[in-house]
């Protein structure tokens, strides 16, 4: 009886300590990405990477190494970019999206 009671005392210490509006945060931030339809793709072919449902976004270049080598404007909705890069692995983010490429 009294280990219930101690967790159920415990457990309401733990709800009553957060704020509403930390968890209102929390609900808005899931809601927002479930929203967002804007989620652009990207594919690559040898050393073309192509980026759809950019538009307006940039698309941004970089090494294994974390060091920024290329950044570049998407100005339509589908865009092809040639990557004139040394051979190795890079990343390329645009907005929310993340890959891995390698060119050889």
Do not use: H
Not at 5 to 34: H, R
Not at 62 to 69: D, E, I, K, L, Y
């Amino acid at each position: 009886m009294k280990k219930s009671l101690l967790i159920l005392a415990a457990a309401s210490m733990l709800f009553t300590s957060i704020p509403a509006n930390a968890m209102e945060m929390v609900m808005e931030m899931g809601v927002a990405e479930q929203i967002d339809e804007r989620t652009p793709t990207i594919s690559t072919e040898g050393n073309i990477v192509s980026i759809q449902g950019a538009n307006g976004m940039t698309l941004e270049v970089v090494s294994m190494t974390g060091r920024a080598v290329a950044s570049y404007k998407i100005e339509g909705p589908v865009q092809r970019i040639e990557l004139n890069l040394p051979k190795g692995c890079y990343i390329l983010k645009v907005g929310k999206v993340v890959r891995k490429v390698t060119v050889r």
